[in-house]
């Protein structure tokens, strides 16, 4: 595709509920970004990784959270019994090198925990 | 990785140059100056990057001083559709495995 693809677009859990939030970056890119945007704030980085590898997850709030890039490409963030302070757009972002100077963002996953 | 500092909100009126300053005091000789565009319901979007002095492309102007401690992004001749939040970022150039965003400036374009 042309850009960085996020789905769901919209997802509504109950409390207590495990979701999974879907990224495809642009094709060939190296690095990819997961944020967490609340409601008038900026988007606060959660992990990012460097092909498969996951070489910073110290911006995911607890254990609770967990992400994936197994092939290099598609990248998973799962988020295990849902909270309502998870609730938040999810931003997936990619970089075609590992000089991360430009970062292509997807439209994000709005994320409601009712 | 460098802290910035940018007004919260700013208003402009159509037809007007638009400034919004970025202060970074403790830039690291290796970072450079991003700036994204956020509009409601998107990802952000890359608007331009410098190191120092001054870069310009179809979007926008980046004024950077010899001290670096601070920058402007320019925008020429605004329209309702600038209206957006603006982040200012001071990314290291060879790797960063961490992009931090700070909250943006928010601006509202005026008719």
């Known amino acids: 595709g042309a850009g960085v693809s996020q789905s769901p677009r919209y997802k509504v859990a109950k409390r207590g509920q495990d979701v999974a939030l879907r990224c495809d970056p642009i094709s060939g890119h190296v690095s990819l970004f997961w944020y967490q945007q609340a409601l008038g704030q900026g988007p606060e980085f959660l992990t990012y990784?460097?092909?498969?590898?996951?070489?910073?997850k110290s911006g995911l709030p607890s254990d609770r959270f967990f992400a994936e890039r197994p092939e290099g490409s598609v990248s998973t963030l799962k988020i295990q019994r849902t909270q309502q302070e998870d609730s938040a757009v999810y931003l997936c972002?990619?970089?075609?090198?590992?000089?991360?100077?430009?970062?292509?963002f997807g439209s994000g996953t709005q994320l409601s925990v009712l | 990785l460098a802290k910035t500092t940018q007004p919260i909100s700013m208003d402009s009126y159509e037809g007007q140059e638009v400034n919004i300053t970025c202060s970074h005091n403790n830039i690291a000789t290796n970072d450079y100056i991003t700036w994204y565009q956020q509009f409601p319901s998107q990802g952000p979007r890359f608007i331009i990057q410098?190191?120092?002095t001054k870069v310009t492309n179809e979007v926008a102007s980046l004024f950077i001083p010899a001290d670096r401690k601070s920058s402007t992004l320019s925008l020429p001749r605004v329209s309702l559709s600038d209206t957006a939040v603006y982040y200012c970022?001071?990314?290291?150039?060879?790797?960063?495995?961490?992009?931090?965003f700070g909250k943006g400036t928010r601006l509202h374009i005026l008719p």
């Open positions: 970022l001071a990314t290291e150039g060879v790797r960063d495995d961490k992009i931090i």
């Open positions: 972002a990619s970089s075609p090198g590992p000089t991360n100077e430009k970062l292509f």
């Open positions: 410098g190191y120092k």
């Open positions: 990784f460097q092909n498969e590898a996951q070489l910073d």
